[in-house]
Nanobody, 124 residues
């Protein structure tokens, strides 16, 4: 599975961005797609994930109510709509894919495939 993330940029506090993650190389119907982020000097942290088949979602508390993950089956693409952005959302955002199984899929170690990351910077 190859993942290509895009859509990052510079935005002011309160603004919005939509990240995209285009997947190729394998049918994703049995996969879980996740977004993680890593700020300078910090560990990579879970943001959200979606099951490709049923569309079940799960969010980190820090983004709940502000971020929305979705998928487009026809385009093999996962999106992350980020609203009401805060300076603390500044990070490199990574999309990832994991074969479906039991669990919340909120741990990076559960994911086998990773995109290259896209920078999101929120200015105050």
């Amino acid at each position: 599975v190859q993942l290509q993330a895009s859509g990052g940029g510079l935005v002011q506090t309160g603004g919005s961005l939509r990240l995209s993650c285009a997947a190729s190389g394998r049918t994703l119907s049995s996969y879980v797609m996740g977004w993680f982020r890593q700020a300078p000097g910090k560990e990579r942290e879970f943001v959200t994930r979606i099951t490709w088949r049923g569309g079940s979602t799960y969010y980190a508390d820090s983004v709940k109510g502000r971020f929305t993950i979705s998928r487009d089956n026809a385009k093999n693409t996962v999106y992350l709509q980020m609203n009401s952005l805060k300076p603390e959302d500044t990070a490199v955002y990574y999309c990832a894919a994991a074969p479906w199984g039991m669990g919340l899929f909120s741990d990076a170690i559960e994911y086998a495939y990773w995109g290259q990351g896209t920078q999101v910077t929120v200015s105050s």
